[in-house]
């Protein structure tokens, strides 16, 4: 039987952000729950100058601090390229964490996730195509991927990414891994690439509250403040 976290809990968790309620908007409604081995994927580019990758570091801050219990995080960055977290092995631990990921909840592996993800700074350009692959290709079963971006891809990559994630499941399914749930938390206007990635991937597609309430969250809680928002 697969192991899933409720999708209230999981979507809770992921963009609740500190000292501000913000509304969740649903551009794609969701077909299946969150898992409980999460591939965070966020856009580290050149358009996530500024509020959007405050955003994205704020949602990952809180969806790692309050996670529920025997979660499993990897963590990747992309702009031109992609990088990953080495995350935090544990092979011979009582719950086995491979290479790449680390064991939630932990507030070492919170603080070296935060601060790993800190180290890139937003520039760039934005190939999302190897970065969701790699994320894909992730050989865990009951996998899901979030991927945090503004969606400002090309056009042909765009063109690309429901044909990509097919391919990939198509290769899940044969390795016996089961198909992943691919989720979209967007930053930013609505983004036609998201909205295709949420419905090829079947995750949902939530993007956060207008801009004025966001102001008004990092009024309160600045970028240097980021570690310590939810301590």
């Not at 809990?9 to 969701?30: F, G, I, K």
């Not at 690309?160 to 691919?182: C, H, K, M, S, Y």
Request: hydrophobic fraction near 45%.
């Amino acid at each position: 039987m697969v192991n899933r976290l409720p999708w209230a809990v999981a979507v809770s968790l992921l963009v609740t952000l500190p000292a501000l309620a913000l509304d969740l908007q649903v551009e794609v409604a969701p077909r299946s729950p969150i898992t409980r081995h999460v591939a965070l994927v966020v856009d580290r580019s050149g358009s996530m100058t500024g509020d959007p990758i405050r955003q994205a570091l704020l949602a990952v801050n809180r969806f790692l601090v309050e996670p529920t219990d025997e979660l499993q995080v990897a963590l990747f960055a992309f702009a031109d390229d992609t990088s990953r977290w080495p995350g935090i092995p544990e092979p011979n631990g009582p719950r086995p964490v491979p290479p790449g990921w680390a064991a939630f909840p932990s507030e070492t592996a919170m603080q070296q996730a935060e601060e790993w993800l800190q180290s890139f700074p937003a520039r760039g350009g934005t190939i999302v195509l190897p970065a969701l692959r790699d994320a894909l290709r992730e050989p865990r079963p009951e996998l899901s991927i979030v991927l945090v971006s503004d969606g400002k891809f090309s056009e042909d990559q765009v063109a690309a990414l429901p044909t990509i994630i097919a391919e990939a499941q198509v290769e899940r399914a044969r390795a016996g891994l089961g198909e992943a749930v691919v989720a979209c938390y967007g930053l930013g206007e609505q983004a036609d690439s998201l909205r295709a990635i949420a419905q090829a991937g079947g995750g949902g597609y939530f993007r956060e509250a207008p801009a004025a309430d966001m102001e008004a969250l990092l009024d309160l809680q600045p970028p240097a403040a980021i570690k310590s928002v939810v301590r």
